[in-house]
C-alpha cells in the first residue's frame, strides 16, 4: 500500500468514525474467505457495514474522533461493524459470532461510550430501529378499531381490576369478635346478674 492509498484508508476511516452511531470491534483470526463473506451479506441486509481494518492506519484515524477510546482493541486481526443504528451492529455481530467461533467480539462504542462484552450483549438483545419500523408501519397499516383496542387494552385492564378488587370487599365475611371483645361480654354478664337480683328485693318491698 502506497502512501496515497494509506492516506485514502485513514480518510475512510475518519468518515466512518464521524458517522457512525455504534461500532464493534472483533478479532476474525482463522475465519476462512466464505465466512467474511456470508457476514459481510448479512450486515448489508441490516443496514450495517463490515470491514476488516489496518490497525495502524485505524489507530491514526481514531485520533480526535468520537471513538478514540476504542483505539486498545485494534491488535491483531481485526474487523469492525457499523451502523447509524445503535442495536443493529451489536445484534448481526453477536449473532454471527454464536455461529463462527473464529469471530470473537472483544468491545464496542456507542461514540464516546465504551461497551464492554455484556452491554454489547444487552445491545443486541433489543429491537432493532428496522424492526421498530416494521411494527410502527403494521400499526398504522391495521383498522381503526384494532388501533383502538390496543391503545384502551391497558385502562380496561386496570377498571376490571378495580371492580374486581371492589367486589370482593363488599363480599367478603365480616371478622368475628377479637377476643378481647369476647372477654368484655363475658365480663358485663355477672354485672347484669347482679344488678337484676338487687331490683327483686326492692319490687318486692313495694308490693307489701
Known amino acids: 500500500m502506497d502512501r496515497s492509498q494509506k492516506e485514502k484508508a485513514i480518510a475512510d476511516f475518519k468518515s466512518i468514525f464521524e458517522e457512525a452511531e455504534a461500532i464493534i470491534v472483533a478479532h476474525y483470526e ?14 448489508r441486509n441490516s443496514n450495517v457495514t463490515f470491514r476488516v481494518t489496518k490497525n495502524r492506519l485505524v489507530k491514526i484515524a481514531l485520533e480526535n474522533s468520537p471513538y478514540k477510546n476504542l483505539s486498545e482493541f485494534f491488535s491483531g486481526p481485526t474487523a469492525i461493524t457499523y451502523s ?42 433489543l ?16 383498522p381503526a378499531r384494532q388501533i383502538a383496542t390496543v391503545l384502551s387494552t391497558p385502562s380496561k385492564q386496570v377498571v376490571t381490576v378495580v371492580k374486581s378488587y371492589e367486589g370482593a370487599k363488599k363480599d367478603a365475611p365480616k371478622e368475628e369478635a377479637t377476643p378481647k371483645e369476647e372477654a368484655s361480654k363475658e365480663e358485663a354478664t355477672p354485672k347484669e346478674e347482679a344488678s337484676k337480683e338487687e331490683a327483686a328485693p326492692k319490687e318486692e318491698a313495694a308490693k307489701e
Do not use: Y
Open 30 to 43: 482463522g475465519i476462512n474467505a466464505d465466512s467474511i463473506n456470508e457476514l459481510r451479506s448479512k450486515t
Open 84 to 125: 447509524k443504528d445503535i442495536v443493529a451492529a451489536a445484534k448481526v455481530t453477536t449473532s454471527f459470532a454464536k455461529e463462527n467461533e473464529k469471530l470473537i467480539v472483544i468491545g464496542g462504542a456507542l461514540k464516546d461510550k465504551v461497551l464492554d462484552l455484556d452491554a454489547i450483549k444487552h445491545l443486541a438483545s
Open 127 to 142: 429491537p432493532s430501529l428496522l424492526e421498530l419500523q416494521a411494527k410502527i408501519i403494521g400499526l398504522l397499516s391495521a
